[in-house]
């Protein structure tokens, strides 16, 4: 997104918002200020998804969205969808019945990533050969919801943004779990 993109949206938010920034002068510093860091925010993505996201925002907020809000409404217009928890608990049993402990190999294959990834944590064979499937269902859904939950934070991030924290990071001896959520092709976004 331009800067003159981001002011149109902003004037867009105005509009469905009248008292979103009404204190503040046209030309100001302070409306300068504004529009500099939604730009910062959103210049990775398009006028055409940003506009779609401010427009599902208006039609579900009661208030201004803020710029995570904005993040977020972007993020699920342009990005594949990530199963939620049950989705992915019927991807497990699914391929647990259909290859069982023998095919490991074609069991991972069937899953989408972030499945898999959580399935290896757990242990395939594990999972495949336990007895009490409401434990196994319990952990899955508690690892695999903190996956996702970071998965969807690293996603609203912006990818400018996640370099600097990854620089700032790596500078400090920090390990910041921006690189770590989960494989690098998931949700990448630049």
Same mark, same amino acid.
């Given at each position: ?19 979103? %920034? ?12 504004? +529009? ?18 401010? %427009? ?13 809000? /904005? ?5 699920? $217009? ?5 199963? %939620? ?10 391929? $647990? ?17 972030? +499945? ?27 690892? %695999?919801?903190? /996956? ?16 600097? $924290? ?11 779990? $921006? ?12």
């Amino acid at each position: 997104m331009t800067e003159q993109e981001t002011k149109i949206l902003l004037g867009v938010l105005h509009t469905a918002f009248p008292r979103f %920034y009404a204190n503040i002068r046209p030309d100001s510093d302070e409306l300068n200020a504004a +529009v500099a860091l939604w730009h910062m925010m959103l210049k990775d993505t398009t006028a055409n998804v940003a506009g779609a996201a401010l %427009y599902k925002l208006i039609a579900t907020c009661d208030f201004p969205p803020s710029i995570a809000e /904005m993040r977020k409404a972007i993020t699920s $217009i342009s990005q594949p969808h990530i199963p %939620y928890e049950d989705e992915a608990w019927g991807e497990v049993l699914l391929a $647990i019945r259909n290859f069982g402990n023998i095919r490991q190999e074609e069991a991972m294959a069937s899953m989408s990533e972030p +499945v898999r990834l959580a399935v290896e944590r757990m242990g395939w064979r594990e999972l495949c050969l336990s007895e009490n499937s409401i434990a196994d269902r319990a952990h899955f859904i508690k690892l %695999y919801g903190t /996956m996702l939950k970071r998965e969807q934070e690293k996603r609203q991030i912006p990818a400018q943004v996640r370099g600097m $924290i990854e620089q700032l990071s790596e500078s400090l001896g920090v390990d910041n779990n $921006i690189k770590a959520i989960s494989a690098p092709h998931i949700g990448s976004q630049s």
